[in-house]
Protein backbone atom coordinates (compact mmCIF):
# COMPACT_ATOMS: atom_id res chain seq x y z
CA UNK A 1 0.00 0.00 0.00
CA UNK A 2 1.62 3.20 -0.74
CA UNK A 3 2.33 5.64 1.97
CA UNK A 4 -0.59 8.39 1.57
CA UNK A 5 1.17 10.60 4.89
CA UNK A 6 2.28 13.58 3.18
CA UNK A 7 0.19 13.79 0.46
CA UNK A 8 -3.67 15.02 0.21
CA UNK A 9 -6.31 14.08 -2.36
CA UNK A 10 -5.96 17.77 -3.31
CA UNK A 11 -2.61 17.42 -4.01
CA UNK A 12 -2.19 14.48 -5.73
CA UNK A 13 -5.31 15.28 -7.78
CA UNK A 14 -3.53 18.61 -9.05
CA UNK A 15 -0.25 16.95 -9.62
CA UNK A 16 -1.94 13.77 -11.82
CA UNK A 17 -4.01 16.51 -14.22
CA UNK A 18 -0.95 18.43 -15.04
CA UNK A 19 -1.61 20.34 -17.68
CA UNK A 20 -4.96 18.59 -18.48
CA UNK A 21 -7.66 21.01 -18.32
CA UNK A 22 -10.74 20.84 -16.54
CA UNK A 23 -13.29 20.29 -18.90
CA UNK A 24 -11.44 17.12 -20.16
CA UNK A 25 -11.16 15.75 -16.95
CA UNK A 26 -14.58 16.34 -16.08
CA UNK A 27 -15.95 14.87 -19.28
CA UNK A 28 -13.59 12.08 -18.60
CA UNK A 29 -14.92 11.38 -15.06
CA UNK A 30 -18.75 12.17 -16.20
CA UNK A 31 -19.11 15.43 -13.67
CA UNK A 32 -18.58 19.29 -13.51
CA UNK A 33 -15.53 21.12 -13.66
CA UNK A 34 -16.85 23.03 -10.78
CA UNK A 35 -16.98 19.97 -8.40
CA UNK A 36 -13.01 19.30 -9.59
CA UNK A 37 -11.97 22.89 -8.72
CA UNK A 38 -13.18 22.57 -5.88
CA UNK A 39 -11.38 19.20 -4.59
CA UNK A 40 -8.47 20.24 -5.57
CA UNK A 41 -9.02 23.82 -3.65
CA UNK A 42 -9.91 21.65 -0.65
CA UNK A 43 -13.36 23.60 -0.77
CA UNK A 44 -15.03 19.94 -1.40
CA UNK A 45 -13.92 16.55 0.45
CA UNK A 46 -14.15 13.52 -1.83
CA UNK A 47 -16.84 10.83 -1.45
CA UNK A 48 -16.16 7.68 -2.31
CA UNK A 49 -18.16 7.46 -6.02
CA UNK A 50 -16.23 10.51 -6.76
CA UNK A 51 -12.50 9.48 -5.61
CA UNK A 52 -13.15 6.00 -8.19
CA UNK A 53 -14.06 7.98 -10.82
CA UNK A 54 -11.37 10.97 -11.06
CA UNK A 55 -9.30 7.78 -10.17
CA UNK A 56 -10.16 6.08 -13.24
CA UNK A 57 -10.40 9.00 -15.51
CA UNK A 58 -6.81 9.12 -14.74
CA UNK A 59 -5.22 6.16 -14.43
CA UNK A 60 -4.50 6.79 -10.57
CA UNK A 61 -4.18 2.67 -9.81
CA UNK A 62 -6.49 3.50 -6.72
CA UNK A 63 -4.48 6.30 -5.42
CA UNK A 64 -6.61 8.65 -5.30
CA UNK A 65 -9.35 6.42 -3.65
CA UNK A 66 -6.64 5.55 -0.79
CA UNK A 67 -6.42 9.18 -0.69
CA UNK A 68 -9.55 10.20 -0.23
CA UNK A 69 -10.42 7.19 2.33
CA UNK A 70 -7.32 8.44 4.14
CA UNK A 71 -8.94 12.23 4.31
CA UNK A 72 -12.53 10.46 5.30
CA UNK A 73 -10.80 9.19 8.42
CA UNK A 74 -9.06 12.18 9.65
CA UNK A 75 -12.02 14.50 9.12
CA UNK A 76 -13.91 11.75 11.03
CA UNK A 77 -11.01 11.22 14.03
CA UNK A 78 -9.38 14.80 14.31
CA UNK A 79 -11.43 17.94 11.83
CA UNK A 80 -15.36 16.92 13.06
CA UNK A 81 -14.93 18.65 16.71
CA UNK A 82 -16.49 21.89 15.65
CA UNK A 83 -18.46 21.34 12.74
CA UNK A 84 -20.23 18.24 15.25
CA UNK A 85 -20.50 20.90 18.16
CA UNK A 86 -22.40 23.06 16.25
CA UNK A 87 -24.64 20.15 14.75
CA UNK A 88 -25.12 19.52 18.50
CA UNK A 89 -26.00 23.00 19.35
CA UNK A 90 -28.77 22.85 16.50
CA UNK A 91 -30.09 19.42 17.38
CA UNK A 92 -30.72 20.68 21.08
CA UNK A 93 -32.73 23.43 19.00
CA UNK A 94 -34.68 20.78 17.49
CA UNK A 95 -34.96 18.72 20.54
CA UNK A 96 -36.95 21.93 22.00
CA UNK A 97 -38.93 22.16 19.54
CA UNK A 98 -40.26 18.89 19.80
CA UNK A 99 -41.10 19.34 23.24
CA UNK A 100 -42.93 22.47 22.26
CA UNK A 101 -44.45 21.97 19.48
CA UNK A 102 -44.83 18.60 18.89
CA UNK A 103 -45.19 17.11 22.31
CA UNK A 104 -47.92 14.14 21.77
CA UNK A 105 -48.80 11.16 23.35
CA UNK A 106 -46.36 8.89 21.14
CA UNK A 107 -43.86 11.42 19.32
CA UNK A 108 -41.26 10.63 21.72
CA UNK A 109 -40.87 6.72 21.39
CA UNK A 110 -41.04 6.37 17.72
CA UNK A 111 -37.35 6.49 16.82
CA UNK A 112 -36.53 3.85 20.01
CA UNK A 113 -38.85 1.67 19.02
CA UNK A 114 -37.69 1.53 14.93
CA UNK A 115 -34.45 -0.10 16.44
CA UNK A 116 -35.91 -2.78 19.28
CA UNK A 117 -36.21 -6.41 18.75
CA UNK A 118 -35.60 -6.50 15.04
CA UNK A 119 -34.36 -9.77 15.22
CA UNK A 120 -32.96 -9.61 11.49
CA UNK A 121 -29.40 -11.92 11.45
CA UNK A 122 -26.60 -10.79 9.73
CA UNK A 123 -25.97 -11.73 6.18
CA UNK A 124 -22.82 -13.15 4.43
CA UNK A 125 -22.45 -10.40 1.50
CA UNK A 126 -19.82 -8.27 1.27
CA UNK A 127 -20.64 -4.88 2.90
CA UNK A 128 -19.70 -3.50 -0.73
CA UNK A 129 -22.71 -5.64 -2.33
CA UNK A 130 -25.16 -5.13 0.54
CA UNK A 131 -24.65 -1.25 0.32
CA UNK A 132 -25.14 -1.26 -3.54
CA UNK A 133 -28.20 -3.51 -2.41
CA UNK A 134 -29.65 -1.21 -0.12
CA UNK A 135 -28.93 1.87 -2.30
CA UNK A 136 -30.38 0.61 -5.24
CA UNK A 137 -33.86 -0.40 -2.97
CA UNK A 138 -33.84 3.13 -1.20
CA UNK A 139 -33.83 4.74 -4.97
CA UNK A 140 -36.35 2.27 -6.06
CA UNK A 141 -38.90 3.12 -3.20
CA UNK A 142 -38.16 6.62 -3.81
CA UNK A 143 -39.17 6.51 -7.66
CA UNK A 144 -42.63 4.64 -6.19
CA UNK A 145 -43.42 7.35 -4.33
CA UNK A 146 -43.00 10.20 -6.84
CA UNK A 147 -45.25 7.97 -8.97
CA UNK A 148 -47.59 6.38 -6.55
CA UNK A 149 -47.43 8.65 -2.95
CA UNK A 150 -46.63 7.57 -0.12
CA UNK A 151 -49.04 5.16 0.97
CA UNK A 152 -47.61 2.85 -2.13
CA UNK A 153 -44.46 2.70 -0.36
CA UNK A 154 -44.75 3.30 3.71
CA UNK A 155 -44.35 -0.02 4.96
CA UNK A 156 -41.88 -0.91 2.54
CA UNK A 157 -39.65 1.93 3.36
CA UNK A 158 -40.34 1.41 7.08
CA UNK A 159 -39.38 -2.02 7.33
CA UNK A 160 -35.99 -1.36 4.91
CA UNK A 161 -34.88 1.34 7.43
CA UNK A 162 -35.75 -0.82 10.43
CA UNK A 163 -33.33 -3.16 8.34
CA UNK A 164 -30.67 -0.96 8.04
CA UNK A 165 -30.62 -0.06 11.73
CA UNK A 166 -30.07 -3.64 12.62
CA UNK A 167 -27.08 -3.83 10.10
CA UNK A 168 -25.71 -0.21 11.93
CA UNK A 169 -26.11 -2.11 15.40
CA UNK A 170 -24.47 -5.40 14.49
CA UNK A 171 -21.43 -3.27 12.10
CA UNK A 172 -18.08 -4.61 14.23
CA UNK A 173 -15.76 -1.73 13.24
CA UNK A 174 -16.24 2.26 13.68
CA UNK A 175 -15.36 2.36 9.50
CA UNK A 176 -18.30 0.44 8.83
CA UNK A 177 -20.53 1.94 11.64
CA UNK A 178 -19.76 5.50 10.01
CA UNK A 179 -20.85 4.44 6.67
CA UNK A 180 -24.03 2.47 7.66
CA UNK A 181 -25.20 5.77 9.34
CA UNK A 182 -25.03 7.71 6.72
CA UNK A 183 -27.07 5.63 4.82
CA UNK A 184 -29.37 5.01 8.01
CA UNK A 185 -29.95 9.00 7.60
CA UNK A 186 -31.30 8.65 4.31
CA UNK A 187 -33.54 5.79 4.47
CA UNK A 188 -34.65 7.73 8.32
CA UNK A 189 -35.08 11.08 6.18
CA UNK A 190 -37.21 9.20 3.57
CA UNK A 191 -39.81 7.69 6.40
CA UNK A 192 -39.84 11.11 8.03
CA UNK A 193 -40.88 12.86 4.53
CA UNK A 194 -43.39 10.09 3.97
CA UNK A 195 -44.79 10.22 7.31
CA UNK A 196 -45.28 13.66 6.91
CA UNK A 197 -46.71 13.24 3.77
CA UNK A 198 -49.22 11.10 5.25
CA UNK A 199 -50.32 13.78 7.90
CA UNK A 200 -48.46 12.49 10.97
CA UNK A 201 -46.35 15.59 11.95
CA UNK A 202 -45.08 14.61 15.19
CA UNK A 203 -43.91 11.44 14.09
CA UNK A 204 -42.07 12.85 10.89
CA UNK A 205 -40.27 14.77 13.20
CA UNK A 206 -39.08 12.41 15.40
CA UNK A 207 -38.02 10.71 12.36
CA UNK A 208 -35.94 13.89 11.28
CA UNK A 209 -34.09 13.90 14.52
CA UNK A 210 -33.39 10.07 14.57
CA UNK A 211 -31.98 10.69 10.86
CA UNK A 212 -30.10 13.93 11.78
CA UNK A 213 -27.97 12.38 14.46
CA UNK A 214 -26.95 9.26 12.14
CA UNK A 215 -26.03 12.09 9.56
CA UNK A 216 -24.09 13.90 12.74
CA UNK A 217 -22.32 10.35 13.19
CA UNK A 218 -21.54 10.18 9.99
CA UNK A 219 -19.82 13.32 9.43
CA UNK A 220 -22.62 13.89 6.41
CA UNK A 221 -22.70 17.40 6.48
CA UNK A 222 -25.09 17.96 3.61
CA UNK A 223 -27.63 15.42 4.89
CA UNK A 224 -27.92 16.74 8.42
CA UNK A 225 -28.31 20.30 6.58
CA UNK A 226 -30.68 18.72 4.60
CA UNK A 227 -33.05 17.39 7.35
CA UNK A 228 -32.92 20.45 9.28
CA UNK A 229 -34.07 22.29 6.54
CA UNK A 230 -36.82 19.76 6.23
CA UNK A 231 -37.61 19.98 9.87
CA UNK A 232 -38.43 23.63 9.41
CA UNK A 233 -40.35 23.39 6.97
CA UNK A 234 -42.63 21.03 8.72
CA UNK A 235 -42.71 24.04 11.45
CA UNK A 236 -43.55 27.24 8.61
CA UNK A 237 -46.60 24.59 7.52
CA UNK A 238 -48.10 24.49 10.97
CA UNK A 239 -47.64 28.41 11.28
CA UNK A 240 -44.51 28.42 13.12
CA UNK A 241 -42.68 31.12 11.08
CA UNK A 242 -39.85 32.36 12.97
CA UNK A 243 -38.51 29.20 14.92
CA UNK A 244 -38.91 27.59 11.38
CA UNK A 245 -36.55 30.41 10.28
CA UNK A 246 -34.46 30.04 12.92
CA UNK A 247 -34.22 26.46 11.72
CA UNK A 248 -33.10 27.33 8.65
CA UNK A 249 -30.79 30.06 9.26
CA UNK A 250 -28.76 27.54 11.55
CA UNK A 251 -28.77 24.48 8.76
CA UNK A 252 -27.52 27.44 5.88
CA UNK A 253 -24.79 28.91 8.73
CA UNK A 254 -23.69 24.72 9.42
CA UNK A 255 -23.75 23.81 5.40
CA UNK A 256 -21.04 27.50 4.86
CA UNK A 257 -19.96 26.02 1.71
CA UNK A 258 -19.01 22.16 2.29
CA UNK A 259 -22.46 21.20 1.98
CA UNK A 260 -23.48 20.02 -1.41
CA UNK A 261 -24.92 23.18 -3.93
CA UNK A 262 -27.97 21.39 -4.03
CA UNK A 263 -28.76 20.79 -0.49
CA UNK A 264 -27.87 25.18 -0.19
CA UNK A 265 -29.76 25.76 -3.14
CA UNK A 266 -32.82 23.98 -1.86
CA UNK A 267 -32.46 25.39 1.92
CA UNK A 268 -32.11 29.20 0.50
CA UNK A 269 -35.52 28.27 -1.72
CA UNK A 270 -36.81 26.61 1.29
CA UNK A 271 -35.74 30.09 3.93
CA UNK A 272 -37.18 32.66 0.93
CA UNK A 273 -40.89 31.20 2.07
CA UNK A 274 -40.69 31.45 5.27
CA UNK A 275 -39.10 35.27 5.01
CA UNK A 276 -42.20 35.94 2.77
CA UNK A 277 -44.38 34.28 5.60
CA UNK A 278 -42.79 36.92 7.87
CA UNK A 279 -43.23 39.68 4.81
CA UNK A 280 -39.51 40.19 4.49
CA UNK A 281 -39.58 40.62 0.64
CA UNK A 282 -35.78 41.65 0.13
CA UNK A 283 -34.41 38.66 2.50
CA UNK A 284 -36.49 36.59 0.50
CA UNK A 285 -35.98 37.66 -2.66
CA UNK A 286 -31.81 37.24 -1.97
CA UNK A 287 -32.50 33.91 -0.94
CA UNK A 288 -34.05 33.15 -3.89
CA UNK A 289 -31.44 34.77 -6.17
CA UNK A 290 -28.68 32.55 -4.07
CA UNK A 291 -30.93 29.37 -4.93
CA UNK A 292 -31.13 29.89 -8.38
CA UNK A 293 -26.99 30.47 -8.50
CA UNK A 294 -26.34 27.60 -6.31
CA UNK A 295 -29.04 25.30 -9.19
CA UNK A 296 -26.26 26.37 -11.71
CA UNK A 297 -23.69 23.64 -9.91
CA UNK A 298 -26.36 20.90 -8.14
CA UNK A 299 -25.39 18.69 -11.25
CA UNK A 300 -22.06 18.04 -10.62
CA UNK A 301 -21.65 14.35 -10.74
CA UNK A 302 -22.47 13.83 -6.95
CA UNK A 303 -25.60 15.30 -6.01
CA UNK A 304 -26.99 13.00 -3.26
CA UNK A 305 -30.22 10.81 -4.45
CA UNK A 306 -32.51 12.18 -1.69
CA UNK A 307 -32.05 15.73 -3.60
CA UNK A 308 -32.49 13.66 -7.17
CA UNK A 309 -35.76 16.49 -7.40
CA UNK A 310 -34.17 19.27 -7.25
CA UNK A 311 -34.51 21.09 -10.73
CA UNK A 312 -35.42 24.34 -12.52
CA UNK A 313 -39.47 23.61 -12.07
CA UNK A 314 -38.85 22.81 -8.15
CA UNK A 315 -37.52 26.20 -7.58
CA UNK A 316 -39.64 27.36 -9.73
CA UNK A 317 -42.13 26.09 -7.12
CA UNK A 318 -40.96 27.58 -4.33
CA UNK A 319 -40.47 30.75 -5.78
CA UNK A 320 -44.12 30.40 -6.45
CA UNK A 321 -44.53 29.65 -2.83
CA UNK A 322 -42.58 32.40 -1.73
CA UNK A 323 -44.57 35.25 -4.21
CA UNK A 324 -47.99 34.24 -3.00
CA UNK A 325 -47.25 35.07 0.56
CA UNK A 326 -45.44 38.28 -0.74
CA UNK A 327 -48.61 39.23 -3.22
CA UNK A 328 -50.89 39.34 0.09
CA UNK A 329 -50.19 42.39 1.35
CA UNK A 330 -47.64 43.76 -2.52
CA UNK A 331 -49.75 42.65 -5.43
CA UNK A 332 -46.72 43.21 -7.34
CA UNK A 333 -44.98 40.28 -6.47
CA UNK A 334 -47.93 37.78 -7.59
CA UNK A 335 -46.56 38.21 -11.87
CA UNK A 336 -43.07 37.45 -10.75
CA UNK A 337 -44.75 34.23 -8.99
CA UNK A 338 -46.87 33.48 -11.99
CA UNK A 339 -44.35 33.43 -15.14
CA UNK A 340 -42.42 31.55 -12.09
CA UNK A 341 -45.20 28.92 -12.08
CA UNK A 342 -46.70 28.77 -15.24
CA UNK A 343 -42.65 27.56 -16.43
CA UNK A 344 -42.54 25.29 -13.32
CA UNK A 345 -45.95 23.84 -14.90
CA UNK A 346 -44.38 23.82 -18.28
CA UNK A 347 -41.13 22.01 -17.29
CA UNK A 348 -42.50 19.45 -14.20
CA UNK A 349 -40.88 15.79 -14.58
CA UNK A 350 -43.38 13.36 -15.40
CA UNK A 351 -42.45 11.19 -12.80
CA UNK A 352 -43.14 13.59 -10.30
CA UNK A 353 -46.51 13.05 -9.83
CA UNK A 354 -46.73 13.48 -6.09
CA UNK A 355 -44.97 16.69 -5.99
CA UNK A 356 -46.90 18.26 -9.25
CA UNK A 357 -49.81 18.69 -6.49
CA UNK A 358 -48.23 20.64 -4.65
CA UNK A 359 -46.93 23.25 -7.36
CA UNK A 360 -50.61 23.05 -9.03
CA UNK A 361 -52.19 24.29 -5.38
CA UNK A 362 -49.49 27.64 -5.83
CA UNK A 363 -50.45 28.02 -8.80
CA UNK A 364 -53.99 28.18 -8.20
CA UNK A 365 -53.97 30.39 -5.32
CA UNK A 366 -51.56 32.81 -7.74
CA UNK A 367 -54.00 33.02 -10.36
CA UNK A 368 -57.40 33.33 -7.54
CA UNK A 369 -54.81 36.07 -6.62
CA UNK A 370 -55.27 37.90 -10.10
CA UNK A 371 -58.85 37.67 -10.11
CA UNK A 372 -58.73 34.44 -12.55
CA UNK A 373 -61.13 32.33 -10.59
CA UNK A 374 -61.79 29.98 -13.39
CA UNK A 375 -58.47 29.12 -14.03
CA UNK A 376 -57.41 28.95 -10.31
CA UNK A 377 -60.43 26.55 -9.80
CA UNK A 378 -59.16 24.43 -12.42
CA UNK A 379 -55.81 24.45 -11.10
CA UNK A 380 -56.73 23.59 -7.83
CA UNK A 381 -59.18 20.68 -9.09
CA UNK A 382 -56.24 19.21 -10.55
CA UNK A 383 -54.17 19.23 -7.47
CA UNK A 384 -57.08 17.40 -5.78
CA UNK A 385 -57.38 14.92 -8.25
CA UNK A 386 -53.20 14.21 -7.75
CA UNK A 387 -53.12 14.35 -4.34
CA UNK A 388 -55.94 12.35 -3.74
CA UNK A 389 -55.05 9.73 -6.25
CA UNK A 390 -51.36 9.46 -4.70
CA UNK A 391 -52.77 9.60 -0.77
CA UNK A 392 -51.06 12.67 0.13
CA UNK A 393 -52.63 14.08 3.25
CA UNK A 394 -50.52 16.88 3.35
CA UNK A 395 -51.28 17.96 -0.07
CA UNK A 396 -55.15 17.78 -0.20
CA UNK A 397 -55.29 19.59 3.18
CA UNK A 398 -53.46 22.16 1.06
CA UNK A 399 -55.28 21.45 -1.61
CA UNK A 400 -58.76 21.85 -0.29
CA UNK A 401 -57.75 25.11 1.86
CA UNK A 402 -56.56 26.85 -1.65
CA UNK A 403 -60.17 25.76 -3.20
CA UNK A 404 -62.28 27.60 0.07
CA UNK A 405 -59.75 30.53 -0.96
CA UNK A 406 -60.89 30.45 -4.34
CA UNK A 407 -64.48 30.26 -3.80
CA UNK A 408 -64.00 32.99 -1.78
CA UNK A 409 -61.62 35.17 -4.15
CA UNK A 410 -58.90 35.71 -1.72
CA UNK A 411 -55.42 33.73 -1.81
Not at 1 to 7: K, L
Request: some cysteine.
Amino acid sequence: MPDTSEQTFATELRRLRGTMTLRDLARRACCSKSLIYDLEHERRSPTPQIARALDNALGAGGKLVLLAEAQRQRSSEEDATAPRSAVDDLLREWDDVLRRDFLKKSAGAIGAAAVANLGISSTTASSHELMDAHLALRAAHGRLDNLRGASAVYAQAVDHHRQVLAWHSAARTAAERQQIAALAADTGGFVGFLTYDLGMAENAATHYRDAAGHARYAGDLSCCTNLIGQMSRILADQGHYRRALDLADGALRLSGTKAHPAVRSWLHAVRAHHHACLNDARASQDDLSSSWALLERADDGEKPPYMGYLSAAELGKWTGHAMVRLGSTAPAFLATGKSALDEARATWPAAIVRGSAEMLTASARIYAARGDRDEAADLVSRSIAVATATGSARNLRAALTAQAHVAAGGI
